[in-house]
């Protein structure tokens, strides 16, 4: 993707990621993770993505550090799908908020950058229980699987 993104960090075997987020609250440090999801064929992985708490250095995804860089950072979590599916396989990544809302949002931000994600990705959206193409400003999707083309 020829968006703007952060620079990023990758461990276990291209699995884990980290980047800071810039912005008007400081420097903060985001975590992404991708976890195989069990007896799931095709190949299915969660991504997992958050601040590092404070405390812990574990991923928080119910924090809303609204650093005012959104776009940025899905941008930055994008290449790293690109990035994970090109040392990994090209498996399908499954991906929902930690909430309704969140799931919402990150909706809107896929559709406000939708031109750049279609060039790269196939994006389904779960609507009752079936699983079809996302389509922008359509419906509320209640979770979501994107893979690389």
């Known amino acids: ?41 095709p190949p299915v992985y969660n991504l997992a993505f958050g601040d590092s708490h404070p405390d812990t250095g574990e991923l928080d995804d119910s924090v809303v550090s609204n650093n005012e860089d959104r776009d940025t950072v899905l941008a930055t979590v994008a290449n790293a799908i690109i990035d994970f599916s090109q040392h990994n396989g090209n498996h399908y990544i499954y991906a929902e908020g930690s909430t309704a809302s ?9 559709t406000n950058l939708w031109l750049h994600i279609s ?4 994006v389904y ?6 699983w079809c193409e996302f389509i922008p400003n359509s419906i509320n999707y209640e979770t979501f699987l994107v893979r690389k083309k």
């Open 102 to 110: 969140r799931t919402r949002l990150y909706q809107i931000s896929i």
């Open 1 to 41: 993707m020829n968006l703007k993104h952060y620079s990023y960090l990758n461990s276990n075997d291209y699995h884990d990621y980290e980047f800071y987020s810039e912005g008007p609250k400081g420097r903060i440090r985001k975590l992404i993770s991708f976890t195989k999801i069990p007896n799931q064929e």
């Open 125 to 130: 959206g779960l609507k009752n229980n079936e």
């Open 119 to 122: 060039m790269d990705f196939e």
